[in-house]
C-alpha cells in the first residue's frame, strides 16, 4: 500500500472508534515509513503511539493495546525515565567522521557482532563508549548508528526524569534503567553525561553528586558485557576522572574538515533529487564553512532546499535549490558564533 492509504486507514478506525484496528495501522504505517527511509517520520508516529500508551495505561484499555503495539507497556515510572525506546534504522553509510573515528565504530560493532568468539578466549568486550565533543558534530547520531549497525534497541535516557531533588532518587533511577537494560540487551544512550558524572569534589555538590558517581561507578562496573552503554557530553572536563578511567573507548568527534563537508553535502543529495543551480559555489561554501559543526552546514542546505522548493514550481521531480541562499545562511551562521 502507498502511505495515502495508511492514512485513510487511520482516518477510518478513529472515526470507528476502532482501538485495536487503530494501533494496528499506525504500526504497518511506522514499518512502511522505516522501509521508504522516512526515518523521522517513523520515530514521529512511534512517539505517537507510545504517548498513547501512557495516557491508556490508567484504565481497562492497556491489555488490548500491549497486544496490539511494537513497545512493550513498561510500569509508568520506567516510562518517565525514557524519552525515546526505539530500533535504528541508521547505518555506519549515514554519518561523516574521520577514519579513525568509523574504524573504531567498525571494530566496536564487530567485537558485538562476534561476542562468542571473543569470550571463548576469556578476552573482554569493549561496551561502555563515551563520545565527546562540540555540539552538532553527531554525537547523538553515532548512536543511532550503532544501535542500528547491531540491531538492538536504543534507550534514549530522559535526564531531567533521572536527576531527582529527592536524597537518593537519582541514584534509584539510574539502577532502574541499566537492570532493565541487561534483561532486555538493549543500548543504553545518555546525553550530557557531565551532568550526572561531574568530578566529585564540584563546589556545588553538598554530597549528592558523589553518591550519584559512587552509584554510576557500581553500574558500569557489574554492566553485562553483551550490553552497551554510549555516554555523550561536550563538556569531558566535567566528568569525574573514575568514570572516564571506566570508558572502554573514549571518541572525539570534532568539526569538519574540508574533506568531511563535502562528503556530507555529498551524503544529504545522494538522491538526486536535489541539484545546485551553481556548482561553482559549492566550493565557496565548502570553504566559508570551516569551523561550523556538521549540523549546522547540513541544517542550512536543508533549509535552502525548503525555500527553493516552496518558491519553484509544484510536483516538480527534482529540486534545484539556490546556492547563494545557502551561501548566506552559512556567513549568518559564522556571525551567531561570533555573537
Same mark, same amino acid.
Request: hydrophobic share 40%; net charge positive.
Given at each position: 500500500?502507498?502511505?495515502?492509504?495508511?492514512?485513510?486507514?487511520?482516518?477510518?478506525?478513529?472515526?470507528?472508534?476502532?482501538?485495536?484496528?487503530?494501533?494496528?495501522?499506525?504500526?504497518?504505517?511506522?514499518?512502511?515509513?522505516?522501509?521508504?527511509?522516512?526515518?523521522?517520520?517513523?520515530?514521529?508516529?512511534?512517539?505517537?503511539?507510545?504517548?498513547?500508551?501512557?495516557?491508556?495505561?490508567?484504565?481497562?484499555?492497556?491489555?488490548?493495546?500491549?497486544?496490539?503495539?511494537?513497545?512493550?507497556?513498561?510500569?509508568?515510572?520506567?516510562?518517565?525515565?525514557?524519552?525515546?525506546?526505539?530500533?535504528?534504522?541508521?547505518?555506519?553509510?549515514?554519518?561523516?567522521?574521520?577514519?579513525?573515528?568509523?574504524?573504531?565504530?567498525?571494530?566496536?560493532?564487530?567485537?558485538?557482532?562476534?561476542?562468542?568468539?571473543?569470550?571463548?578466549?576469556?578476552?573482554?568486550?569493549?561496551?561502555?563508549?563515551?563520545?565527546?565533543?562540540?555540539?552538532?558534530?553527531?554525537?547523538?547520531?553515532?548512536?543511532?548508528?550503532?544501535?542500528?549497525?547491531?540491531?538492538?534497541?536504543?534507550?534514549?535516557?530522559?535526564?531531567?526524569?533521572?536527576?531527582?531533588?529527592?536524597?537518593?532518587?537519582?541514584?534509584?533511577?539510574?539502577?532502574?534503567?541499566?537492570?532493565?537494560?541487561?534483561?532486555?540487551?538493549?543500548?543504553?544512550?545518555?546525553?550530557?553525561?557531565?551532568?550526572?558524572?561531574?568530578?566529585?569534589?564540584?563546589?556545588?555538590?553538598?554530597?549528592?553528586?558523589?553518591?550519584?558517581?559512587?552509584?554510576?561507578?557500581?553500574?558500569?562496573?557489574?554492566?553485562?558485557?553483551?550490553?552497551?552503554?554510549?555516554?555523550?557530553?561536550?563538556?569531558?572536563?566535567?566528568?569525574?576522572?573514575?568514570?572516564?578511567?571506566? !570508558? &572502554?573507548? $573514549?571518541?572525539? @568527534?570534532? =568539526?569538519?574538515? *574540508?574533506?568531511? /563537508?563535502?562528503?556530507?553535502?555529498?551524503?544529504?543529495?545522494?538522491?538526486?533529487?536535489?541539484?545546485?543551480?551553481?556548482?561553482?559555489?559549492?566550493?565557496?561554501?565548502?570553504?566559508?564553512?570551516?569551523?561550523?559543526?556538521?549540523?549546522?552546514?547540513?541544517?542550512?542546505?536543508?533549509?535552502?532546499?525548503?525555500?527553493?522548493?516552496?518558491?519553484?514550481?509544484?510536483?516538480?521531480?527534482?529540486?534545484? !535549490? &539556490?546556492? $547563494?541562499?545557502? @551561501?548566506? =545562511?552559512?556567513? *549568518?551562521?559564522? /556571525?551567531?558564533?561570533?555573537?
Amino acid at each position: 500500500m502507498a502511505q495515502l492509504d495508511y492514512i485513510k486507514e487511520i482516518a477510518k478506525y478513529s472515526l470507528e472508534n476502532d482501538k485495536d484496528k487503530l494501533i494496528n495501522a499506525f504500526n504497518e504505517l511506522i514499518e512502511y515509513a522505516k522501509k521508504t527511509n522516512k526515518i523521522n517520520f517513523a520515530l514521529q508516529l512511534q512517539a505517537i503511539v507510545r504517548d498513547t500508551i501512557k495516557k491508556e495505561n490508567t484504565g481497562q484499555n492497556l491489555t488490548s493495546l500491549s497486544k496490539k503495539i511494537s513497545i512493550p507497556i513498561e510500569e509508568n515510572d520506567y516510562f518517565e525515565l525514557i524519552l525515546e525506546k526505539l530500533v535504528s534504522e541508521y547505518s555506519l553509510n549515514n554519518i561523516v567522521v574521520n577514519e579513525i573515528i568509523k574504524k573504531s565504530f567498525i571494530n566496536l560493532v564487530r567485537e558485538h557482532k562476534e561476542f562468542d568468539k571473543i569470550k571463548k578466549f576469556d578476552l573482554p568486550v569493549s561496551n561502555k563508549i563515551l563520545l565527546y565533543g562540540p555540539s552538532g558534530c553527531g554525537k547523538t547520531l553515532a548512536a543511532y548508528v550503532l544501535a542500528g549497525e547491531l540491531q538492538k534497541t536504543l534507550l534514549v535516557i530522559n535526564l531531567g526524569a533521572i536527576v531527582s531533588s529527592k536524597l537518593g532518587e537519582t541514584s534509584k533511577n539510574l539502577s532502574k534503567i541499566f537492570k532493565r537494560a541487561a534483561i532486555e540487551n538493549s543500548i543504553i544512550f545518555i546525553d550530557e553525561f557531565d551532568s550526572i558524572g561531574k568530578l566529585r569534589d564540584y563546589s556545588q555538590d553538598h554530597g549528592e553528586m558523589k553518591r550519584v558517581v559512587n552509584t554510576i561507578l557500581q553500574l558500569f562496573d557489574y554492566l553485562p558485557e553483551h550490553n552497551l552503554l554510549i555516554a555523550a557530553t561536550n563538556k569531558v572536563d566535567m566528568i569525574d576522572n573514575a568514570l572516564l578511567r571506566r !570508558f &572502554d573507548i $573514549k571518541l572525539e @568527534l570534532s =568539526l569538519p574538515n *574540508k574533506k568531511q /563537508i563535502r562528503e556530507l553535502i555529498n551524503l544529504t543529495m545522494k538522491s538526486g533529487k536535489f541539484i545546485p543551480d551553481n556548482k561553482k559555489n559549492i566550493t565557496k561554501i565548502i570553504n566559508s564553512s570551516i569551523k561550523l559543526s556538521y549540523y549546522t552546514i547540513q541544517k542550512a542546505l536543508i533549509e535552502t532546499i525548503k525555500q527553493s522548493l516552496l518558491n519553484g514550481k509544484e510536483d516538480v521531480e527534482k529540486i534545484v !535549490f &539556490d546556492t $547563494k541562499h545557502w @551561501l548566506n =545562511l552559512i556567513e *549568518k551562521e559564522k /556571525i551567531n558564533q561570533i555573537k
